[in-house]
């Protein structure tokens, strides 16, 4: 789907990242490989530490991959934490 698509185009050539890159890059690199436990924890860790635009755009992400991962069992436990995130 359109989600997926948008996932490819920002991973598109590039590494995976070392420790020091953006946290939601890493989270992509995560997703890519279907390992939604981290990607979900990258994404609201970066929900936690941001605030205004990169807050909502980390949100979004977040989001995103909840579409993506479908009914994988991590997806409800991250939803919590999103919502606690965010509250």
Same mark, same amino acid.
């Given at each position: 789907?359109?989600?997926?698509?948008?996932?490819? =185009?920002?991973? $598109?050539?590039?590494?995976?990242? /070392?420790? #020091? #890159?953006?946290?939601?890059? !890493? *989270? $992509?690199?995560? *997703?890519?490989? /279907?390992?939604?436990? %981290? =990607?979900?924890?990258?994404?609201?860790?970066?929900?936690? +530490?941001?605030?205004?635009?990169? %807050?909502? +755009? !980390?949100? *979004?992400?977040?989001?995103?991959?909840?579409?993506?991962?479908?009914? $994988?069992?991590?997806?409800?436990? &991250?939803?919590? &934490?999103? =919502?606690? +995130?965010?509250?």
């Amino acid at each position: 789907g359109l989600a997926m698509v948008g996932l490819y =185009a920002r991973t $598109d050539g590039l590494t995976p990242p /070392a420790g #020091d #890159d953006p946290a939601l890059l !890493a *989270a $992509d690199f995560a *997703a890519l490989e /279907a390992d939604w436990p %981290r =990607a979900f924890a990258l994404g609201i860790a970066e929900v936690r +530490a941001t605030a205004g635009d990169e %807050r909502e +755009a !980390a949100r *979004a992400r977040v989001l995103e991959y909840f579409l993506l991962a479908g009914d $994988d069992p991590a997806v409800p436990k &991250a939803r919590t &934490a999103l =919502a606690s +995130a965010l509250f």
